[in-house]
DNA sequence: CATCTTATTGATACCAAGTATCAATAAGAT
DNA sequence: ATCTTATTGATACTTGGTATCAATAAGATG
């Protein structure tokens, strides 16, 4: 449930830029995991997929994740019911807050974090090129209802 | 590579207190997960495994892999290299660095990340009950042999 | 110490997620 | 309208992990 939601223009634009071709399998994948509230794994978008091209290729699923990560239009969302569900990424960098209720995903600015990052580099002497925080709980409207 | 050296008896007692027996099989995985430097799967504590004791099956591997991050005594590091490799649990809240050049896991206090986490839970109205904070790059050796 | 109970083990077969292959298809350049 | 070649879908395969079940061995008991 990105705040902004995702133009999936921008995203076969992405594709077009680097040389891909626009199929309609693409264009398939591309609506399910611009659109989904939810993390998607390359499963559950092969099953939505069918239901509006019932051809459309396990493989083929597979390799439009692939496709979509490597692009970074999509990123892997570890821990919360396996570790290859994917969601959208948004422009700003952002960490991930995952419902355990309602399973949506939310995001937060990560900014705090990059300055607790930037400060621990240069106390320890490491140099940081990766960090991976994601945080689990229950969102706003959920813990209301509890 | 623990600041704190396991001591694999805590393990042992750990695992007689919860009312399991403690068999050579285990003692044999005990040993290898205590006193890794690098964050091992499965398979590869399998591998390490029947060096010593070639007998050794992999469900049982699987088994004791699944009953030591249940006792917490282990715990999963995702991301880098897969999402299924282990490290010790220090006693205290801590969160883990791997260097990416040498696979050695590390650990930070993870205090102010708390700190951060319980900001923003007032802030936005969130409960959050689990985060994941994995950071990886280079540490201070492997950064000067660069 | 000998016996008994039962948790644990290892072998095997299995399952599911993901990858490699390759002939058929369809973008889209010409 | 044709041609080139990226992409596709079907299939077979690999790999990480699980279920089953008879055999083994902790360790409690007498």
Redesign the pocket.
């Known amino acids: 449930m990105p705040s902004k939601p995702i133009n999936s223009d921008n995203w076969r634009a992405a594709?077009?830029k680097n040389?891909?071709?626009?199929?309609?399998?693409?264009q398939t994948l591309i609506d399910i995991f611009a659109h989904s509230e939810y993390p998607l794994?390359?499963?559950q978008a092969w099953d939505v997929a069918r239901q509006s091209?019932p051809?459309?290729?396990?493989?083929?699923?597979?390799?439009?994740v692939?496709k979509l990560e490597n692009l970074g239009l999509i990123r892997r969302v570890h821990g919360y019911q396996?570790?290859?569900h994917f969601v959208p990424t948004l422009p700003e960098q952002m960490m991930l807050f995952i419902c355990m209720e309602c399973g949506r995903a939310d995001y937060l600015d990560r900014q705090p974090l990059d300055d607790l990052i930037e400060q621990s580099e240069h106390i320890s002497g490491r140099q940081i090129t990766e960090s991976r925080l994601q945080l689990f709980g229950a969102c706003a409207d959920c813990k209301q209802d509890a």
Do not use: D, N, P
């Not at 040389?19 to 693409?26: D, H, K, L, M, P």
């Not at 051809?55 to 439009?64: C, I």
């Open positions: 594709l077009g040389g891909f071709r626009v199929t309609t399998a693409q794994s390359a499963e091209r051809k459309t290729g396990r493989a083929t699923v597979y390799r439009m692939e396996g570790c290859s």
